[in-house]
């Protein structure tokens, strides 16, 4: 902002409170328009004091319409300091454009400036966190950036203004003092919101209030020592390029989302680090006197460099910090199997964290899956048993039923007591353990496999067409193998229910078993409608099933975690418009203690 000592050189500044998130072309607008304002004035030298100011009044008009559009908190503040600035800036052009420029209508526009400064001051403030959970660096740094600009403006403009006897009244010394009081609290504040900014409309917003600061420097010291002044000086394009900044700032919002970062994030941290390397090198030029400081003139020239330096030290930190924070916005969102950055500033690492971050966290939500489905599992096995009794007490007088329906009756409850009971028994064990490794004692299988097809003719001979066939082989007999039965008659039965649901016309279903070397081969078998060949390596996974309504994908995938767990294998084949075969595969028992 313009320094008020300048008697044809405003001050102001401009916060804000928007958001980035989508463009507003229409509020870009504005922007591109001083943008090209700016390059014809530049075009044309002769006449670029006749561009400058007219520019920064329409620059003022559009950042005043913007200031009153906002409804966050603190908005109010900005607007008076958005309202002031425009007052200002008009003032100065009437000024430089009259013949005779009123002492009332000067004092009017310094006194413009200044409240400018104070309500830019207050504006930021608001949104400054409160001293508490500031960190003793960010306190560390506004009391540098404080005493630095007491320094500079006590140094370099207060005593060559007073000194210099420009407009020697009561009025302007006392608006110059207050004006560098409320400028020397703008900057701090600007330099430390600019650093954690994450926003758009918060980096662009700060970026431009501190460039008016550092321009306001260097026409405070204009005004101070210049003899011309009815002159528009040159460092005039200091402050309108601030107010670009500012009306670029516009097309983004400021709600939503976390508009500044923690100090210690690498937003910041990265910033930082640029920033300090590029200050320890502007010192040491310093100290060699390659670059001095000797009047106002050369301090506001290394001013101007400090705020390039800052500048490009922001963008890049800005750029690379949004690209980590969409990267774990799309890990935690649970993006695509490809964790990407949105911007072409791609780091490896911070690609490969996201990756492992994202493996991590479909672990994790994989593992509380299966620990609910335990649980639940748990608490179904202990809730089912009391229908169970019941149905235990009916069993007692069914006389009146046929035998094989009794029989039915009799196994179909003996297995849900089984099953409630293994639940039971592997969560106590472990919630997400696999079925039990196998019983101690060998079991015939040929014995459980007849009482799951006798449960299946009984449960299926309502369907038409459809029969469920037994094949045994002549040693089917001896063929004994290390399973649990419970889940041994749970596999099968699952097994035997998909094939029947198979077959959409009806048709056979065999269960065989063969001796296989030293494996016993339990093979179903139907001639349904077969599984597609894309379909068929995916089934046995957990969730995954094929062309059954409501089907869940457990009942494959139990039966083959079944199998593996006593040492054996599934395998599944099938040919569409064929039918499909499971094999299930077990290590025979060795009665010589070979298994």
Avoid at 559 to 567: F, K, M
Wanted: glycine share 8%.
């Amino acid at each position: 902002m313009k320094d008020p000592m300048t008697s044809a050189a405003p001050d102001t500044a401009l916060p804000a409170a928007f958001r980035r998130e989508a463009v507003s072309f229409y509020a870009l607008l504005p922007a591109l328009a001083l943008t090209a304002g700016i390059a014809a004035s530049l075009l044309s030298r002769a006449h670029w004091n006749q561009f400058i100011l007219p520019l920064e009044v329409f620059a003022d008009l559009f950042i005043a319409f913007f200031a009153f559009r906002q409804t966050s908190a603190g908005a109010r503040w900005w607007r008076i300091a958005a309202v002031s600035l425009l007052a200002g800036d008009s003032f100065y052009l009437a000024g430089h454009a009259a013949a005779n420029f009123p002492a009332w209508a000067f004092m009017t526009q310094e006194a413009f400036y200044t409240l400018g400064h104070t309500m830019t001051a207050v504006y930021l403030f608001s949104n400054l966190p409160p001293a508490r959970e500031l960190e003793a660096v960010e306190k560390a740094l506004l009391a540098v950036l404080v005493l630095a600009g007491i320094y500079i403006s006590v140094q370099y403009l207060l005593i060559p203004y007073f000194s210099s006897g420009n407009h020697a009244t009561p009025f302007f010394y006392t608006n110059a003092v207050l004006n560098r009081l409320a400028e020397t609290a703008v900057l701090p504040l600007a330099v430390l919101l600019g650093m954690k900014a994450r926003s758009r409309y918060w980096l662009y917003l700060t970026h431009g209030i501190a460039l008016l600061s550092i321009t306001s420097l260097a026409l405070g010291y204009n005004t101070a020592t210049s003899a011309n002044m009815g002159s528009v000086p040159f460092q005039e394009y200091g402050w309108l390029c601030g107010l670009l900044l500012i009306l670029a700032a516009q097309a983004y919002r400021a709600s939503g989302g976390e508009p500044f970062a923690r100090w210690k994030s690498a937003r910041v941290r990265m910033g930082w680090l640029v920033l300090s390397s590029n200050m320890a090198l502007l010192l040491l030029l310093y100290l060699i006197q390659t670059l001095t400081s000797k009047d106002a003139f050369q301090l506001t020239s290394i001013l101007f460099i400090f705020f390039g330096l800052w500048l490009a030290a922001n963008l890049i930190a800005f750029r690379i910090s949004e690209d980590i924070y969409l990267l774990l916005e799309n890990v935690t969102s649970g993006g695509g199997a490809e964790v990407k950055s949105a911007f072409r500033v791609a780091i490896y690492e911070a690609e490969l964290f996201a990756e492992k971050l994202k493996a991590a966290y479909e672990t994790i939500r994989s593992q509380a899956r299966l620990s609910a489905l335990a649980s639940l599992a748990a608490q179904v096995a202990h809730d089912i048993r009391s229908p169970l009794a019941a149905l235990d007490s009916v069993l007692k007088d069914v006389s009146e039923l046929p035998e094989e329906k009794r029989r039915l009756i009799g196994a179909a409850t003996g297995r849900i007591r089984g099953i409630a009971a293994d639940l039971l028994e592997r969560n106590r064990r472990d919630a997400s353990a696999a079925p039990a490794a196998g019983p101690r004692e060998p079991l015939a299988l040929r014995g459980l496999i007849e009482a799951v097809i006798t449960e299946k003719r009984l449960q299926y001979g309502g369907l038409s067409g459809v029969a469920i066939e037994a094949g045994f082989g002549n040693d089917a007999s001896g063929l004994s193998a290390r399973v649990e039965p419970v889940a041994f008659g749970r596999a099968l039965s699952n097994l035997i229910n998909n094939a029947v649901e198979a077959m959409e016309r009806g048709g056979a279903v065999t269960v065989s078993l063969a001796r296989r070397g030293n494996c016993a081969e339990v093979a179903v078998r139907d001639n349904g409608k077969g599984i597609p060949p894309e379909v068929l390596g995916r089934l046995g996974r957990r969730g995954e099933t094929y062309g059954k309504a409501g089907g869940s994908g457990l009942g494959l995938h139990h039966a083959r975690e079944a199998a593996e767990s006593w040492n054996g294998s599934l395998t599944i084949s099938s040919h569409p418009g064929k039918g499909t075969e499971v094999l299930l595969l077990l290590p025979l028992f060795d009665p010589s203690g070979g298994g």
